[in-house]
């Protein structure tokens, strides 16, 4: 299956820094999402974005898909902000998608 | 659209116990996904129906689980004869494929605790 890989696994920060988080991915992919686990455990879509750059906000992301990664920059950062960040593929658009293990963002006040 | 909703939100069962939890989707979803959440790891897929047929079941999903979404709306998953393996977050989400947009909506999840 799709191996996915997400860098770093843990960051932590000061409030206001902006930060880049990377996901890898092993093979071509029609889907890709990343998501915001809250620490109430919540998933929140951020972005669809198999390729092409989105931006909503203080977010935005990039995915290159010759290249088999994608980006996601937070600008400003907000200790609303903290939690984990997960990427995930999926071969076919419909699809099913495979999660990575996550990137853990703590903000500092 | 008050969108995914997972009941219960917690469940504490003892060994050998069976467990149902339920999902409704958003209304005019018709793909829904299940997954499980261990700590620290990310989701994993266990299985997914587009509208009342189960397309595909991850080798994860052993015997003792079963799903059915049977008129194409609510969705529940079972598991008979619990094992403490079995604790974990049971997430549920649905799409709208086809409508040039293809994100999932998660719901808040079911916490699973096997004693």
């Known amino acids: 299956g799709i191996q996915v890989e997400q860098s770093p696994p843990d960051l932590i920060l000061q409030e206001g820094a902006n930060s880049t988080l990377r996901c890898n991915f092993s093979d071509s992919v029609n889907n890709l999402q990343w998501f915001h686990q809250n620490p109430w455990g919540q998933l929140i879509n951020l972005f669809y974005?198999?390729?092409g750059t989105k931006q909503n906000g203080r977010l935005s992301a990039t995915t290159v898909a010759t290249e088999r990664y994608s980006l996601l920059y937070i600008s400003s950062s907000q200790t609303t902000d903290s939690g984990v960040y997960f990427c995930a593929v999926g071969r076919g658009r419909d699809d099913k998608i495979i999660f990575g293990k996550g990137t853990r963002l703590h903000i500092l006040p | 659209d008050t969108g995914v909703s997972q009941n219960p939100r917690h469940k504490i069962t003892k060994r050998g116990q069976n467990v149902t939890f339920r999902c409704d989707p958003i209304s005019e979803h018709n793909r829904l996904y299940w997954y499980r959440q261990t700590l620290g790891q990310g989701p994993e897929f266990l299985t997914y129906f587009q509208n009342e047929a189960q397309l595909e079941k991850s080798r994860l999903l052993s015997d003792r689980f079963s799903a059915e979404r049977p008129k194409g709306s609510f969705s529940t998953l079972e598991i008979q004869r619990t094992e403490q393996g079995d604790s974990a977050m049971y997430l549920c989400?649905?799409?709208?494929?086809?409508?040039?947009?293809?994100?999932?909506?998660f719901g808040s999840g079911t916490r699973l605790t096997v004693v």
């Open positions: 989400a649905s799409s709208l494929p086809g409508q040039g947009h293809y994100g999932y909506t």
């Open positions: 974005i198999p390729s």
